[in-house]
């Protein structure tokens, strides 16, 4: 599976980015998929994540209420947007997915990665 994410950019604080992440290969609705995001100086830490038929989505509560998580499987894409945006939202995000059903919020949760996206939130 190669994951491309796309979507990233400048924004103001409060502005609102829709993050893409277009995947290859098939059984695309197998496959958990997540968005995580590393900020300078810091750890990849989990934004959000949903299972492979959208039954299931989970947030890290820094973004609850803000960001929404969603998938279209017969593009073989998951989506992010992002609305409310603060400076601290300010990253490079990654797609990420692994053939398995239920939700991960783990890194090692994940067997390929995205290349990244910048999201850049000004104050």
């Known amino acids: 599976v190669q994951l491309q994410a796309s979507g990233g950019g400048l924004v103001q604080a409060g502005g609102s980015l829709r993050l893409s992440c277009a995947a290859s290969?098939?059984?695309?609705?197998?496959?958990?998929m997540g968005w995580f995001r590393q900020a300078p100086g810091k750890e990849r830490e989990f934004v959000s994540g949903?299972?492979?038929?959208?039954?299931?989505?989970y947030y890290a509560d820094s973004v609850k209420g803000r960001f929404t998580i969603s998938r279209d499987n017969a593009k073989n894409t998951v989506y992010l947007q992002m609305n409310s945006l603060k400076p601290e939202d300010t990253a490079v995000y990654y797609c990420?997915?692994?053939?398995?059903?239920?939700?991960?919020?783990?890194?090692?949760?994940?067997?390929?990665w995205g290349q990244g996206t910048l999201v850049t939130v000004s104050s």
């Open positions: 990420a997915a692994a053939a398995r059903a239920y939700v991960s919020i783990r890194r090692d949760g994940y067997d390929y």
């Open positions: 290969g098939r059984s695309f609705s197998s496959y958990r």
């Open positions: 949903i299972s492979g038929n959208a039954g299931s989505t």
